[in-house]
Every structure is written in C-alpha cells, then in structure tokens.
C-alpha cells in the first residue's frame, strides 16, 4: 500500500507542477466549455437587446457578451435538434454525418470522426452533460450523462454508462450542478479540459423551475408586430405549417390550463412529487380558474396564449441564466476563468409569436439564426459585436483550432479563430447553405433547401410542393413579401440561383440526394 500510495502522490504532484509551470509559461491549451440550451431565442437574451430585455434580463449570459464577442448572424444548418447537434460533433451538414431529422431517424453513427473524439486524443479531458438527443451513447468523451430522449424538468432521468437513474430536482440546477462537480475533477487532473454543458431547458412545454415559478406570472410582454401574421404574399409552406398560438400551441399540455390533469402526464408534469407538486398548483390553480371563468376568444384568447406561452418560456430562461452565472461564478473562484473559452448557445433559434408562431425549422430568421456569445479572456475584446455569417457548422473546428488541434479537411466548416482574434478573413463566406428535411412530421414544415446572404434569402420548398421564394431583407426585415416573382427582381434572382447551385456542389448537396435518403 505505503509504496504504491507514494508513487501516486509523487506523480500526481509532478503533473501538478508541469500544469503550473506550463500554465506560467503561458504554454497550457485553453479550457473550452461549450454551453447549449435548447430552443433559445437570441430575442429572449438581454445581450442582444430587443423588446423583451428590460423585462425579462439574461445579466450571467450577457457576461459572455460583455467580456467577449456577440455573433448576430450565426446561421444553423438544419434548424433542428439532433441535425443541429450531429453538425456540431462532425463539422458535417446532414447529408454526410446522416442524422436529417429528430423523428423517424436511425441513432447517430458514433463511430463517425467527432470533435471531442479529436480534442481527446489530443490530450484534453473530455465530458458531455445534459441533453443529447441523437438516440446512441456518447463517444469521444471521458465522462458523460444525458437525459432520455428530449428529457423531463422535473425528478429526470439521466444515462450513465452503467443504465438509468432518477434525480430527485428540476433538470436545469441537476444539470449545472454536475457540471461544477466534474470541472472541479477536470481542474486537478493537469489535463485542459472540453465540457459540453447542454439544458433541455427551454423547450416545449415550458415548466418553470420550483425558483421560477412566480418570477413573470403578472407580467405583460410586447407582442411581435407579425403575431397575426395571415401569410399572405408567402407561399403554402407557410399556411400550412402547424405550429402557430393560435391553433396548434395546447391550452392544457402547453399553457398548463389544465382541467384534466391525466393529461398532465402527457408532459411528465405527473412526476412532481406531492410537496413540488402543492407548489406548482399554488401558482397555477389561479391562473386556471381565472382563465376558465374570462371565456376568451379569436384575438383576445391569441393574445392571452401568448402572454402565458412566454411568461413560462422566459421563466425556464431565467433558471438557465442562473446556471451560466453558477458556472462563470465557479470559474472566477477557481482562478480557471484566466485560460476558458466559454460559449453560449442553442441548439437553434425559436419563434417568439413572430408570424404567429412557436417551434422552428423554418429559413426565417428568428428560427435560422441562434444566438452565439464567446469570451476567452486575453483573447476576444471585451464587448464586441460581430455581423459576419458564421454557422453552428464552424464550431468544431475553431474548437479544434482554441485548442491547437489540426483541423481534418473532410469538415465543411471554417474556423472562427481569426474572428475570435479579432480579424475577419477578407474571403470569409458571403453566403450560407441550408437543408431541413423533417416533413411529414411535428409541425408540418415542408422540406426546403436554401441560402442566405447579408440582404437576400433564397428558399426552394421541393418535396410535395415546388415553390421558391426570396426575400430580402433590407427592404423586408420582418420577412413578410416573396419577391420570387416580382420582375424587379429578376436579375438578383438568377445571380442567387448561381450561388445556390455553386453552394450545392461545394456541399456536395442535391436534391436527388436528399430524395435518395427520404424517398417520396
Ligand atoms: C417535441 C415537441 C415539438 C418540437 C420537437 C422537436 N412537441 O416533439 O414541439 O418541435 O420536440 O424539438 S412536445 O409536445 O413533445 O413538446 S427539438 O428542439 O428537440 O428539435
Ligand atoms: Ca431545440
């Protein structure tokens, strides 16, 4: 034992020493912690300024944004959870890591090149905590403990290697705390280190923590100027989809106006625990039997939905900005902040009643950008504000690049390392490539490919349907006209169709392909 013992102190101290002494010498490779939540709004982060920041403020994330760069046009590639997450690992749009879309899609081949398999070869400790959503077990990583599945708010279950177990707890504090245990591990080990720290919070349906529960109940929030968008000048994509208040977003199982609450297991609400439980009615009860009792309708009863849809969504929000303060709070006192990349984003954007909408998937703005803040202290200038379009698709590799690893040819991203530094590349890309392909399914967004630019939007919705569109958006911020057909137009559109083309065989894209994954 005495001998053994010895041996483990002495070369724990020596690796202690090196880290030290490299740390000194300015030589150890940065710590990156990558924070996701899920389905975040960049309009709902106080950072990024707009209607909802003096009500409902986000004063941790925005600390990213103080000491770093806010990224206002970071596009996804397929605005949707487990597409959005395969491309963060691979640096692969869809078509070539295979993971298209949530529903009716094989496990995520985990045996693919990742870049936490990458990272850790190269020597850093790797961990991912929190949703997962890509139906197979984590590879690449020294630890890691996901949620089943989208996961539950509250008592959750989580997956370890060893199976399954339930916490007693609401998911986003579970969530946070093991983070802080294992970066407390990770800080000893003389390893840099890589955490993937990602929240269920805020997805549907919105169950606020047991600190939240009272936080917006009596406040009123600005609502959009398109929540009762009617689609017109837009195509049968958009007065098809099912996803707006109106009709699709549920008074019981999405607002919590429950009357029947067997329904309440249809959200896992039923896993509260009698005291979370009295609580949670506590708050609700009154809501409730003051809803039941006003009979609301048409306008009135859209505008009500909207009201208790973000007092709940920006409740959820709240818990999520008190784990990010959690964490930059652990980091400050552990004296780790001086050499950690923090990120902060989602998985994609979310709509906010603009259009008359929740949920995602489509190219419009609010679901095709995701919010992006990044600090790395010494290194990004405190305060920035950037407009160059960059992509969740970048991530791996300027993760690679933060930490000194080579960057394989075969990712289609570009590294964000010079924009960190504070240089944009003179040819950084002037447009950006999209492909979304869950239809038929939840909320019944047709399938379409498209690109960006700064000012023009080119969609192609072809599957059941075979309808462009193109918007631009200097002249149309809140993306309500199809220009497709207009004559004044005509140029503009053939030199985007160019481009789109050119983006298509640089992706090695096409809708052949698509078709060949997802027969009609
Ligand atoms: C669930 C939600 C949908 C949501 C998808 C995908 N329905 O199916 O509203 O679009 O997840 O979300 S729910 O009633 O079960 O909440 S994603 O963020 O995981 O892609
Ligand atoms: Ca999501």
């Known amino acids: 034992m005495q001998p053994d013992f010895k041996l483990t102190t002495l070369i724990g101290m020596a690796a202690l020493c090196c880290h030290q002494l490299s740390a000194q010498n300015g030589q150890q490779?940065?710590?990156?912690?990558?924070?996701?939540?899920?389905?975040?709004?960049?309009?709902?982060?106080?950072?990024?300024?707009?209607?909802?920041?003096?009500?409902?403020?986000?004063?941790?994330?925005?600390?990213?944004?103080?000491?770093?760069?806010?990224?206002?046009?970071?596009l996804v590639t397929n605005s949707i959870s487990g597409p959005c997450r395969a491309v963060i690992l691979t640096g692969k749009y869809s078509h070539l890591n295979g993971f298209l879309r949530n529903e009716g899609q094989k496990p995520f081949d985990g045996s693919q090149q990742t870049f936490p398999k990458l990272l850790q070869k190269a020597g850093y400790s790797t961990a991912m905590i929190g949703k997962w959503h890509l139906g197979s077990d984590p590879t690449g990583f020294d630890h890691w403990e996901i949620?089943?599945?989208?996961?539950?708010?509250?008592?959750?279950?989580?997956?370890?290697s060893q199976g399954r177990h339930t916490e007693k707890g609401y998911v986003t504090e579970l969530i946070t705390d093991k983070c802080i245990e294992w970066l407390e591990d990770a800080k000893d080990s003389g390893k840099p280190f890589m955490l993937m720290m990602h929240h269920k919070a805020p997805h549907r349906d919105w169950q606020p923590g047991p600190n939240e529960l009272t936080l917006y109940k009596d406040i009123t929030f600005p609502e959009p100027p398109t929540l009762f968008d009617d689609y017109s000048n837009r195509g049968k994509a958009e007065l098809t989809q099912d996803m707006t208040i109106s009709k699709t977003m549920r008074l019981e199982e999405d607002l919590k106006l429950y009357r029947d609450r067997s329904k309440m297991k249809n959200t896992g609400l039923n896993r509260l625990d009698p005291s979370q439980m009295a609580e949670w009615d506590s708050v609700y009860?009154?809501?409730?039997?003051?809803?039941?009792?006003?009979?609301?309708?048409?306008?009135?009863?859209?505008?009500?939905?909207?009201?208790?849809?973000?007092?709940?969504?920006?409740?959820?929000?709240?818990?999520?900005?008190?784990?990010?303060?959690?964490?930059?709070?652990?980091?400050?006192?552990?004296?780790?902040?001086?050499?950690?990349?923090?990120?902060?984003?989602?998985?994609?954007?979310?709509?906010?009643?603009?259009?008359?909408?929740?949920?995602?998937?489509?190219?419009?703005?609010?679901?095709?950008?995701?919010?992006?803040?990044?600090?790395?202290?010494?290194?990004?200038?405190?305060?920035?504000?950037?407009?160059?379009?960059?992509?969740?698709?970048?991530?791996?590799?300027?993760?690679?690049?933060?930490?000194?690893?080579?960057?394989?040819?075969?990712?289609?991203?570009?590294?964000?390392?010079?924009?960190?530094?504070?240089?944009?590349p003179g040819n950084w890309r002037k447009e950006h490539y999209y492909h979304y392909y869950e239809y038929p399914g939840s909320h019944m967004v047709k399938r379409h490919y498209g690109m960006s630019t700064q000012r023009y939007k080119l969609i192609h919705y072809y599957y059941d349907i075979d309808e462009w569109e193109l918007y631009d958006r200097q002249a149309d911020p809140l993306e309500m006209k199809n220009m497709y057909d207009d004559p004044s137009y005509a140029r503009i559109k053939k030199k985007l169709h160019k481009r789109l083309e050119k983006l298509m065989l640089k992706y090695g894209d096409s809708e052949e392909l698509a078709r060949s994954f997802l027969p009609n």
């Open 29 to 74: 490779r940065p710590n990156i912690i990558y924070i996701m939540s899920d389905d975040h709004a960049y309009q709902a982060i106080s950072a990024y300024g707009g209607a909802l920041k003096d009500l409902a403020a986000t004063p941790n994330i925005d600390r990213i944004a103080r000491e770093g760069i806010r990224f206002d046009r970071c």
């Open 285 to 424: 009860n009154p809501i409730i039997r003051k809803f039941y009792a006003s009979d609301l309708s048409g306008d009135e009863l859209v505008r009500f939905k909207y009201q208790r849809y973000l007092q709940d969504y920006l409740a959820c929000i709240a818990a999520v900005d008190k784990s990010v303060g959690e964490v930059l709070d652990y980091l400050k006192e552990s004296g780790l902040d001086k050499n950690t990349v923090v990120i902060y984003s989602s998985d994609q954007g979310f709509y906010l009643g603009e259009h008359g909408w929740f949920d995602k998937r489509f190219m419009f703005e609010e679901s095709y950008r995701t919010p992006l803040l990044i600090s790395w202290p010494g290194v990004t200038k405190p305060g920035t504000v950037n407009e160059d379009i960059v992509s969740n698709i970048d991530l791996p590799e300027t993760f690679l690049e933060i930490a000194g690893v080579e960057v394989p040819s075969d990712m289609q991203g570009r590294s964000m390392l010079p924009i960190l530094k504070g240089k944009t």
């Open 147 to 160: 949620l089943p599945g989208q996961g539950s708010y509250y008592n959750p279950e989580f997956i370890t």
